[in-house]
């Protein structure tokens, strides 16, 4: 089961989607329902929330909550997932997991990797299931493309390059006080976007090497630039180059990374011109020794993906991947979390498709973590953003840098 804290037209759009019989992508097991809807503003707008988007779809009443100290104290919720702004998951985080409620948790998953270490310890402490919710990983595109790179049908893979950026003008698209930009708010092209490109990277360079060698390819940000937002200084464009020591699928050379990220300029522009050909362009290119996967955007839900031998007399695969049931699959942001409750194992929990199955069977089986992002991995990526920022010069108020907890939180999304 799942209870909405947002009240907002992304949780409307996330409600619609996890609302559609799961039957419809071929899964039999689960069922999803929305228990409760909590709004940090008035529990009237959770009231008028679950009339209009919960109740038309579910004959199983929806509680409406005023305030998440509320939500976390009811004691038939299973599992939060938490959709706000990344400068409140870590104090979102811990009033769950203070509560003994399971965690899944939006991504980027913290503003710091001391913040996520802090978590997952805690986590750990109180043997609670708390996994960063990067849906992106569990698409079955991306299992495909991971399983291509294990099976050595690139060869050892040398280069990737990935981008996340939408074409937007920060002065005209965004107010000062918009998560975008506000630096209260943990803002910037990184933490929002950046954690994308950062995904391809890691999905295909590292989380795809043996466990041993993992261990002897923590990677290092050989450099990072960042271009300021004028108004506000959040990033508005970054650039990383990362170095991993050891190439997979087998360990025998280098790796190098580019992850790019920005507002102003598009990944991929040939988007806007549908009906002109076959005229887009991949915003990820995973390059190996017999040839190359290309990845078609936007790369938080991409549906394509070529790939092309080095071989010319060898034919050229190109795949393309459709969401069930007519789910929306769109980014998913939010004001404020999800909860989520169980109804027994043999109806697992649902979110957003894919990550929503994982989760289910990560706690079905008692597990602490998903084997598909690791404790180890996501505080990995954290502490590269930190390298990253670091170099780059971004530093966010201390409120949203802390550890300690509670902190009161006064930015509110708009």
Request: with cysteine; hydrophobic share 40%.
């Amino acid at each position: 089961m799942r209870s909405s804290l947002a009240t907002g037209w992304i949780a409307q759009t996330f409600v619609k989607d996890i609302l559609i019989d799961p039957a419809t992508r071929g899964v039999t097991d689960i069922r999803h329902v929305v228990t409760a809807v909590a709004s940090s503003s008035s529990v009237s707008s959770a009231e008028k929330f679950v009339a209009n988007f919960v109740s038309p779809s579910q004959s199983t009443k929806s509680a409406a909550y005023g305030s998440y100290e509320e939500l976390v104290k009811d004691s038939s919720v299973d599992i939060i997932y938490i959709g706000s702004p990344h400068s409140h998951h870590y104090q979102n985080a811990m009033l769950c997991l203070s509560h003994n409620k399971p965690v899944l948790c939006e991504k980027a998953l913290t503003v710091n990797a001391a913040q996520a270490k802090n978590l997952y310890k805690t986590a750990k402490e109180k043997n609670l299931f708390f996994m960063e919710a990067v849906w992106t990983r569990y698409f079955p595109l991306s299992k495909a493309i991971r399983k291509h790179i294990s099976d050595n049908d690139l060869g050892e893979v040398i280069r990737v390059t990935s981008d996340l950026s939408i074409g937007a003008i920060p002065e005209n698209d965004f107010d000062l006080g918009h998560r975008m930009v506000n630096l209260d708010l943990a803002g910037g092209a990184l933490l929002d976007l950046g954690i994308y490109s950062l995904t391809w990277v890691f999905q295909t360079i590292y989380h795809t090497l043996s466990a041993e060698l993992q261990q002897q390819s923590r990677p290092r940000v050989v450099g990072a630039t960042m271009t300021p937002e004028p108004r506000t200084g959040a990033d508005e464009s970054t650039l990383m180059l990362l170095e991993f020591p050891k190439s997979t699928p087998t360990g025998k050379t280098k790796t190098h990374a580019v992850a790019t990220t920005a507002f102003r300029v598009s990944d991929d522009p040939a988007r806007n011109h549908e009906g002109k050909g076959d005229i887009e362009t991949p915003a990820v290119r995973i390059q190996g020794e017999k040839g190359e996967i290309q990845v078609y955007g936007p790369i938080y839900r991409p549906t394509r993906y070529r790939l092309v031998p080095k071989d010319k007399g060898s034919d050229i695969l190109d795949k393309r991947f459709e969401f069930e049931g007519g789910a929306h699959g769109m980014m998913v942001r939010t004001t404020a979390p999800f909860l989520i409750r169980i109804l027994s194992p043999s109806q697992p929990l649902m979110f957003m498709q894919y990550e929503a199955d994982e989760a289910a069977h990560c706690l079905v089986a008692g597990k602490l973590e998903s084997e598909g992002l690791p404790w180890a991995e996501s505080t990995l990526i954290m502490e590269i953003m930190d390298e990253v920022r670091k170099q780059g010069g971004l530093v966010y108020p201390d409120a949203i840098e802390s550890t300690d907890y509670p902190v009161k939180l006064t930015a509110k999304a708009s």
